[in-house]
């Protein structure tokens, strides 16, 4: 027997899995850039900042995703 579990609406929602892309993606290229020099390179503590943000939006637009894509504490 299946358990009847709630889905993330970036799994069933166009719109929303738009928004939390934008944001995962704006984060992928500020990681990949740290150290670098580049425009987009913020250093460590503006791109920890960054994602703390992006972690609160992706909360207010689906809070089932945030629950997968949140910072664990090892």
Do not use: H
């Not at 928004?19 to 580049?38: F, I, M, P, Y």
């Not at 900042?49 to 689906?62: G, N, R, T, V, Y």
């Amino acid at each position: 027997m299946k358990k009847n579990r709630l889905k993330p609406k970036y799994f069933t929602n166009k719109a929303v899995r738009t928004k939390v892309d934008r944001l995962l993606e704006k984060n992928a290229r500020n990681q990949a850039c740290v150290g670098t020099g580049s425009k987009y390179d913020l250093g460590e503590e503006e791109t920890l900042k960054a994602w703390k943000q992006f972690e609160k939006d992706i909360k207010e637009i689906d809070p089932l995703m945030y629950d997968i894509i949140k910072k664990q504490n090892d």
